[in-house]
C-alpha cells in the first residue's frame, strides 16, 4: 500500500481468515470519497477483490441497506453474518492488507446518494470467525447467495436487465445465511423468550435419536443448520446463546 493511499486510511484491526491474519483499514476521514482512494490507487484489477463474511451486531444504517437490498428486514443490534467488499494488498514481507471501503463511523447511507460513496457505522463485530467469498467464482455458493433474489432474479442490475456483478462496487455489502439454528421460542405474550416452550425445531442426525439420528427436540438450544429440521427454526450465527435478540423476518 503506497503512502497516498495509508494516508487515506486508518487501521481496523486484525482479522483472521480461513487461518490468515489479516490487517484491515477503513476510510479516513469518515466520508472520505471512493473516487479519492482510487486516484490514490486502491482499485486496480478486480482479482484483487473478495467478500469477507464476518458477525456482527448490525447497526441502523446496515439494516435500512440489507431493506433496500432485498435481504429482509432485521433488528438493529441483532446478530448477523454480513459479507462487505475488501481489496487486498500483499505487502513486500509477505503481510496481508485489507481495505474495507463500507466501514465507516457514519450513518448517512440510509438517506440515499451515490452508492460508490455510501458510508457504514457497523463496527460491532467479530474478528476472529470470518470467511472469504470468492468474487470471481459466480458458482461459490455464499456469492451465488449474494447475488440472486429468493426468485432467481439478480439483485444488482443494469438498465437493460443484465447482471452488476456483486463485487464491482467497493462499498457493497449484504447478508449470508447463517450455519446455524435456534427454535423459535420467543412465545410469551410480550414477546419474550419462553425456555419451556415446544417448537417445531428439532435436531436430527448425531444431535437426533441416537442410534438412527431421527428428529428430536433439544430444548431452544442452536443446532447447526445441516442437522435440523422444523418450521419453527431460526437462522442464527452459532456463537448464539439462548434468549439473545435474535431477529428474523416477521
Not at 431493506?67 to 454480513?82: D, E, L, V, W
Not at 447511507?109 to 457504514?120: N, S
Not at 441416537?210 to 418450521?231: D, I, K, L, Y
Amino acid at each position: 500500500m503506497n503512502p497516498k493511499l495509508r494516508s487515506l486510511l486508518t487501521a481496523v484491526g486484525v482479522f483472521v481468515v480461513g487461518g490468515v491474519s489479516y490487517s484491515v483499514f477503513r476510510r479516513e476521514p469518515p466520508g472520505q470519497p471512493i473516487a479519492n482512494l482510487r486516484d490514490a490507487g486502491l482499485l486496480s484489477e478486480r482479482t484483487d477483490r473478495f467478500a469477507l463474511a464476518c458477525p456482527e451486531k448490525i447497526t441502523v444504517a446496515t439494516r435500512n441497506y440489507l431493506r433496500a437490498n432485498g435481504y429482509g428486514t432485521f433488528k438493529p443490534g441483532s446478530i448477523h453474518r454480513i459479507a462487505r467488499v475488501v481489496i487486498e494488498h500483499t505487502l513486500p514481507d509477505g503481510g496481508r492488507e485489507l481495505v474495507n471501503p463500507s466501514i465507516d463511523v457514519l450513518s448517512n447511507d440510509a438517506h440515499g446518494g451515490d452508492e460508490e460513496d455510501e458510508t457504514d457505522d457497523s463496527l460491532q463485530f467479530r474478528t476472529d470467525d470470518c470467511f472469504r467469498l470468492e468474487c470471481n467464482d459466480p458458482e461459490d455458493s455464499g456469492i451465488r447467495e449474494l447475488r440472486l433474489l429468493a426468485d432467481g432474479g439478480f439483485r444488482h442490475m443494469r438498465a437493460d436487465g443484465g447482471e452488476v456483478p456483486w463485487c464491482n462496487v467497493a462499498t457493497r455489502r449484504g447478508r449470508v445465511t447463517p450455519p446455524c439454528v435456534i427454535p423459535d421460542c420467543w412465545t410469551l405474550s410480550d414477546g419474550g423468550w419462553n425456555d419451556d416452550a415446544v417448537v417445531d425445531c428439532r435436531g436430527t442426525g448425531p444431535f437426533g435419536v441416537f442410534p438412527g439420528g431421527e428428529p428430536r427436540w433439544r430444548g431452544c438450544n442452536v443446532t447447526p443448520a445441516q442437522f435440523s429440521t422444523g418450521a419453527a427454526c431460526v437462522p442464527v450465527e452459532c456463537s448464539v446463546v439462548a434468549g439473545d435478540p435474535i431477529d428474523v423476518l416477521r
